[in-house]
């Protein structure tokens, strides 16, 4: 079965850019799935950040959008997350997950925490 | 943006309890919804995707129902691995929105 799992600096810089990546185990990422973002401030609610088709094409949160670039590279199955000019209130787990038709993320990847600090 | 808004925050129950949570849209989003369950520090898991249809290996004792703007997520008999907090998301349009989240404690 479809697996994901998030790799990226734990610790990031104000003002600095946050970059994750999302690889994808048990099938390809090339299948008819859109592949999202979700990130959960600590102790708060989910948070949408943005998706991306395996040829490309992407819709971001407009909350984000001027700092958000998603992209994919179906050479090594995965895609990733570049949010820029960050500050405290970026802080979170950030999750990757797949977009089963508009029927709900599943799976998702196990999330890795993203600490904004100088 | 569509906002979503549950209720309740929390609710405290007993095992064996029927639990409701309700999940309500700012405007229509036909079926286009989903219910997950998290439990800390894990990732979220999908249980009930097109507003009530049952994903996959998740028990029965799980439903969902409603349309539109308004939705329920019903547990029929709480059971001790149950007690975790619940997210509604809209799948209408974008951006894909969440619901606050109702923690299901143990009473």
């Not at chain 1, 390809?28 to 708060?44: A, E, F, L, M």
């Not at chain 1, 040829?55 to 001027?66: A, E, H, Q, R, V």
């Not at chain 2, 129950?13 to 286009?32: E, H, L, M, P, Y």
């Amino acid at each position: 079965q479809v697996q994901l799992q998030e790799s990226g600096p734990g610790l990031v810089k104000p003002s600095g850019t946050l970059s994750l990546t999302c690889a994808v185990s048990g099938g390809s990422i090339s299948s008819s799935n859109w592949w999202s973002w979700v990130r959960q401030p600590p102790g708060k609610g989910l948070e949408w950040i943005g998706e991306i088709y395996h040829s490309g094409s992407t819709n971001y949160n407009p909350s984000l959008k001027s700092r958000v670039t998603i992209s994919v590279d179906k050479s090594k199955n995965q895609f990733s997350l570049k949010l820029s000019s960050v500050t405290a209130a970026d802080t979170a787990v950030y999750y990757c997950a797949r977009d089963v038709d508009r029927e709900g993320f599943d799976p998702w990847g196990q999330g890795t925490l993203v600490t904004v600090s100088s | 943006d569509i906002q979503m808004t549950q209720s309740p925050s929390s609710v405290s129950a007993s095992v064996g309890d029927r639990v409701t949570i309700t999940c309500q849209a700012s405007q229509g989003i036909s079926s286009w919804l989903a219910w997950y369950q998290q439990k800390p520090g894990k990732a979220p898991k999908l249980l009930i995707y097109a507003a009530s249809s049952l994903q996959s290996g998740v028990p029965s004792r799980f439903s969902g129902s409603g349309s539109g703007t308004d939705f329920t997520l019903t547990i029929s008999s709480l059971q001790p691995e149950d007690f975790a907090t619940y997210y509604c998301q809209q799948a209408n349009s974008f951006p894909l929105t969440f619901g606050g989240g109702t923690k299901v404690e143990i009473k």
